[in-house]
């Protein structure tokens, strides 16, 4: 059993920058993919990006640039730093873990919101 419990979200005036965490913590020598998903009001749960524990890394299109996820293994620690904030990246951003970098999850965070407004 994996346990991930997400930090960072907030309110950011478009443009701005957050710095998301997701810290892993049980069966975490299983862990061979993390990362982020989000979900914005009435909308489908769609990936953000992944990362496996030998650093290979997947973004969605619209994140690439913007958005750039890290790992520390002996933290069972990712992050995910995002720039250039716009509205419509606002959402409740959820943490995974599985066992490949385009499967599906096995383990959820309960979601850290982020919200974008002037």
């Known amino acids: 059993q994996v346990q991930l419990v997400e ?6 005036q478009p443009g701005g920058s957050l710095r998301l965490s997701c810290v892993a ?3 975490t020598f299983s862990i061979y993919a993390m990362g982020w998903y989000r979900q914005a009001p009435g909308k ?3 990936l953000v990006a992944g990362i496996t524990s030998v650093g290979y890394t997947n973004y969605a299109d619209s994140m690439k640039g913007r958005f750039t996820i890290s790992r520390d293994n002996t933290k069972s ?3 995910l730093q995002m720039n250039s904030l716009k509205p ?4 409740l951003y959820y943490c ?3 066992n ?3 499967g599906t999850p096995i383990a959820w965070g ?3 919101q982020v919200t974008v407004s002037s």
């Open 7 to 12: 930090s960072g979200g907030g309110l950011v």
């Open 25 to 27: 913590s049980g069966s």
């Open 44 to 46: 489908q749960r769609e």
């Open 77 to 79: 620690t990712v992050w």
């Open 88 to 91: 419509e990246d606002t959402a």
């Open 96 to 98: 995974y873990s599985g």
């Open 100 to 102: 490949s970098l385009r």
């Open 110 to 112: 309960q979601g850290t």
